[in-house]
């Protein structure tokens, strides 16, 4: 089975039904969630109520869709920074604890960590000190997502979206390796790979991280209509699955403001018809 997914960040929450009808048809299997889209209607989306998620999970299974994958995992928490003071640092690790726990109630395996300006390495911090102290955190935190049964795919985040650690592949894969815990894993961002110009070493970055790669984000800069060019698409994926990946090709991208559906389902088509193309 080809394993397609659709993140939820692609259309607006009013649309859902209509648009989890036509992922159906066009061969989508899997969705990747905000929780703040997802559970918008709770006034604590990473906290819903048992009934709220009772009634998410029958929605999507009406439509075949498995959950996969969350993103936005600091989403609603407000002084939460990475490498910041001890309170800010705090809020930062408990903001992901809470992201784990909503996991474990939606059975979700696979958590992004992107987040970008919550991690941005102050003046007056070495990179070596940020390094450690990020080390402890994510083991810390690998121990809860174990737990739960789901794990943290750090995302390389480009300069551009506003950070300065783990902004290319190459160094996500080194630090993911430093860290050297079960659950804290890679997530394989194309977009990340296109503007920080590793697209072209695409299969040899997997090779160095395929032990610790758990999920695949088909995206393109700045989260843009994806795929942008369909053969550019076939060829990463290609080597991604000539090299044994087995997870899931999540498509995200940003919702256009209107007519969402119609985007959709034409990037959505795009993902199945080369998925397939290179899996024959």
């Given at each position: 089975?080809?394993?397609?997914?659709?993140?939820?960040?692609?259309?607006?929450?009013?649309?859902?039904?209509?648009?989890?009808?036509?992922?159906?048809?066009?061969?989508?299997?899997?969705?990747?969630?905000?929780?703040?889209?997802?559970?918008?209607?709770?006034?604590?989306?990473?906290?819903?109520?048992?009934?709220?998620?009772?009634?998410?999970?029958?929605?999507?299974?009406?439509?075949?869709?498995?959950?996969?994958?969350?993103?936005?995992?600091?989403?609603?928490?407000?002084?939460?920074?990475?490498?910041?003071?001890?309170?800010?640092?705090?809020?930062?690790?408990?903001?992901?604890?809470?992201?784990?726990?909503?996991?474990?109630?939606?059975?979700?395996?696979?958590?992004?960590v992107g987040s970008p300006r919550n991690r941005i390495?102050?003046?007056?911090?070495?990179?070596?000190?940020?390094?450690?102290?990020?080390?402890?955190?994510?083991?810390?935190?690998?121990?809860?997502?174990?737990?739960?049964?789901?794990?943290?795919?750090?995302?390389?985040?480009?300069?551009?979206?506003?950070?300065?650690?783990?902004?290319?592949?190459?160094?996500?894969?080194?630090?993911?390796?430093?860290?050297?815990?079960?659950?804290?894993?890679?997530?394989?961002?194309?977009?990340?790979?296109?503007?920080?110009?590793?697209?072209?070493?695409?299969?040899?970055?997997?090779?160095?991280?395929a032990t610790r790669i758990s999920h695949v984000h088909?995206?393109?800069?700045?989260?843009?209509?994806?795929?942008?060019?369909?053969?550019?698409?076939?060829a990463t994926a290609g080597s991604l699955l000539s090299?044994?990946?087995?997870?899931?090709?999540?498509?995200?991208?940003?919702?256009?403001?209107?007519?969402?559906?119609?985007?959709?389902?034409?990037?959505?088509?795009?993902?199945?018809?080369?998925?397939?193309?290179?899996?024959?």
């Amino acid at each position: 089975m080809i394993k397609i997914a659709v993140s939820n960040i692609a259309w607006d929450p009013s649309e859902r039904v209509a648009i989890y009808a036509r992922l159906a048809e066009a061969g989508v299997n899997g969705l990747e969630i905000a929780p703040g889209l997802a559970f918008a209607d709770q006034p604590d989306a990473m906290a819903p109520s048992a009934v709220a998620i009772s009634a998410f999970r029958q929605e999507i299974e009406r439509f075949g869709l498995e959950l996969v994958s969350m993103q936005s995992l600091l989403f609603g928490v407000n002084g939460a920074f990475l490498f910041g003071g001890e309170m800010e640092s705090k809020r930062f690790e408990h903001g992901l604890e809470r992201a784990i726990s909503l996991a474990a109630r939606l059975s979700i395996a696979n958590l992004v960590v992107g987040s970008p300006r919550n991690r941005i390495i102050p003046d007056g911090m070495t990179r070596a000190q940020a390094e450690r102290h990020a080390r402890d955190v994510f083991r810390r935190l690998g121990e809860k997502a174990l737990a739960a049964g789901t794990r943290l795919a750090l995302e390389p985040n480009p300069v551009a979206y506003g950070t300065n650690f783990l902004n290319t592949l190459s160094e996500t894969i080194a630090f993911a390796d430093e860290v050297d815990h079960p659950a804290v894993t890679l997530n394989f961002d194309i977009g990340a790979l296109i503007m920080n110009g590793e697209i072209e070493n695409a299969a040899e970055l997997f090779t160095r991280g395929a032990t610790r790669i758990s999920h695949v984000h088909v995206s393109e800069p700045h989260l843009a209509p994806a795929p942008r060019c369909e053969d550019s698409f076939a060829a990463t994926a290609g080597s991604l699955l000539s090299a044994a990946y087995s997870g899931w090709f999540s498509l995200e991208m940003r919702s256009v403001g209107t007519d969402n559906s119609a985007n959709v389902l034409s990037c959505a088509e795009a993902c199945v018809r080369q998925l397939k193309a290179v899996t024959r």
